[in-house]
């Protein structure tokens, strides 16, 4: 074999191998997200609807990194930067769920439902009480312990006769 073609071939094993590796890994996680909690004690068939939606869009979005990681076009840098979008749609979901459970938990809510849109957490708490500011501070200061104290927290309430 001619020492020219030596590099370009080794090159492109190296490549092809972390392909693989990469692949591998992905499907290693690849089990969908899901909130097993949430979905039997919601009391609230619109939040349910929204939270299986918001569900749906995430698990599209995972999938759609894992296959552009599996086609191997794409470069180390490039797959590095999938999986990081990967493993923060599934952390920002499960911060989701968890803020969901810990409202309803503390300050004994019927149905949260939590999403995060654009820089904002929206929490709709679905409850028969009038929310007062010292809710809200609380809900915001929960928002902010589980995301980030960038993200503005805007706080809605529905009631059975919404």
Known sequence: MKKKLRLPILLLAVVVMMSIFYIHEANKTSEPVGSPGLDAS?????????????????????????????????TVAQVEQENAKIVSLRQTKMNEIALEEMIMA????????????????VVDVYTEQELTKATFISISRLAKEKFDTNYTVKLSSTSNSN
């Not at 068939?45 to 076009?73: D, F």
Request: charged letters at 30%; glycine letters at 4%.
């Open 42 to 74: 919601t009391t609230n068939p619109e939040y349910a609807e929204a939270r299986m939606k918001s569900i749906e869009e995430v698990n599209q979005l995972i999938e759609e990194s894992e296959e552009k990681i599996a086609s191997g076009t794409l």
């Open 106 to 121: 503390s300050l004994n809510f019927e149905d949260v439902l939590v999403l995060l849109e654009n820089g904002v957490i």
